[in-house]
């Protein structure tokens, strides 16, 4: 056999302008890499030193790993820097999502229960201002989310996966854990108590309903049927982390819009009631009539939750130098929030027009049942109460994983190790009990939606503008600063207003929202 040539062995030539066409990274996948072009950038990276005129005098083997090292470093996103800790908690503990996975937790975390109760907002704005309420609050916490998004990677090497992270970027250490804990908290542990509540509530009715007049004379009561749902809760929260509950989150988006749909439709479908007005609600006193307008904007903002878990579902993405995690991101969420907008404005509108100043305070599907469960088929009211079931458990899900973050958070820092199987179900088992034991001392959770709305209405308005000032840094009075600082401090205001709106309605017993009443 003739041997070859040893010198055919090197194929490339160490000439100063002809790069490999194609490398191989190390996880054996070939990209092709076309001839080179010297650029002028004015940017470093640590890859810019590997050049053509770097490499010239330098063999053809070494060049061919400095090359790939490039590719590679290039391929991984080479400044990130990775906290081991993530690798053991729910939020982090895996990067698979998708633009897929974005928009079914995006939809599941936007449409809910408080959807339902917008008609009892509009009854005290009236239609034009309940309509640009709306619209206002659509667009102003879209914005804020295309700050989130886009913030989760502003400092090059750093991942910000938790809100409370980017508020101790923005803010410092110590004033970013005051200002952004305490919103995000209450709205994740205060959603998840009031979902057991609706849960409960609903599970009751829809056994009513379908079990009609040969029920047993021994029915559930209303705290037993709280118990049965946090179980199935608790059952499902044993889903190890966030990507693990994608399908959960298919879930509670389809029957969310499919509910919010079924509501509005079978309202409008059937004949008004007597006596209808579109006039605001009058009240006795301009200061009463104030406190309920404030209120009735905070229920507005209510609708539009779920900017605490944006940097949370973001985390949850791989994030590379050419493929940066906010691209299939805000391309869910994009998506999402166009159904979110599909669900809400007619719900909103629609329930208005069939129900107007009559609307009761627990929201449409409370006045469908009252109004209409006589000329409605059982078999679709038993199937809306039993998708609003569903889609509460789904929410549940999702609302709940920022607190088993920060339970195995402290777990993982104190032990340096990973939470065991027994740990991790422990922990998620006592926090479903702590919510079903403050429903059950608390049970008018449920009614708070205006004060709910104000109180976290920073996480969602307010925060994210300040974010972009201090972490981008605009140039100081040009337009984005002033519209950035503007928007920001409106929030505030608008947080006080509706928080003491909200006090007010609850302290006088005037507008109590419950979204059903135990019977």
Known sequence: MEERPETELISIPATPRVSTPEIQTPSGQRSPRPASKETKSSAWTPTSFISPRFLSPIG???KRVLIN??????????????????????????????????????????????????????????????????????????????????????????????YVELAQAAFGERLGVWLALFPTVYLSAGTATALILIGGETMKLFFQIVCGPLCTSNPLTTVEWYLVFTSLCIVLSQLPNLNSIAGLSLVGAVTAITYSTMVW???????????????????????????????????????????????EI????????????????????????????????????????????????????????????????????????????????????????????????????????????????????????????????????SSLAGLLGGLTLPVTFAYPCFMWVLIKRPTKYSFNWYFNWILGWLGIAFSLAFSIGGVWSIVNDGLKLKFFKPN
Request: glycine share 8%; aromatic share 16%.
């Open 265 to 311: 439709v079978l309202s409008v479908s059937q004949e008004r009631p007597p006596m209808i007005s579109y006039e605001p609600l009058s009240l006795p006193s301009s200061a009463a009539a104030f406190f309920s307008v404030m209120n009735a904007l905070g229920i507005v903002a209510f609708a539009f939750r779920g900017h605490n878990l944006v940097l």
């Open 60 to 62: 053809t083997p070494m």
């Open 314 to 445: 973001q985390a949850t993405m791989p994030s590379t130098f050419k493929h940066p995690a906010h691209v299939p991101m805000w391309r869910g969420a994009k998506v999402a929030y166009f159904f979110i907008a599909m669900c809400l404005f007619p719900v909103a509108i629609g329930g208005f027009w069939a129900y107007g100043n009559l609307m009761p305070s627990g929201g449409i599907l409370n006045a469908l049942y009252g109004f209409h469960s006589h000329d409605i088929p059982r078999g679709l009211l038993a199937l809306a109460f039993l998708l609003v079931v569903f889609n509460c458990l789904s929410s549940f899900q999702i609302y709940s994983m920022p607190v088993f973050d920060s339970f195995e958070a402290g777990y993982t820092s104190r032990t340096n190790r990973p939470c065991s199987i027994w740990v991790r179900s422990g922990f998620r088992v006592f926090y479903g009990f702590v919510n079903f034991f403050i429903g059950v001392a608390l049970p008018f959770l």
């Open 69 to 162: 090292m490039k590719g590679y470093l290039e391929e991984v996103g080479h400044l990130t820097k990775l906290n081991p800790q993530d690798a053991w908690l729910p939020i982090t503990e895996s990067r698979n999502g998708n633009a897929h996975y974005a928009a079914f937790h995006n939809l599941n975390a936007g449409v809910g229960f408080q959807a339902l109760v917008l008609p009892v907002a509009f009854a005290f704005l009236g239609w034009s201002w309940g309509i640009l309420a709306l619209t206002i609050a659509y667009c102003w916490q879209l914005y804020t989310l295309w700050i989130l998004v886009q913030l989760h990677e502003a400092v090059p090497g750093k991942r910000y996966n938790r």
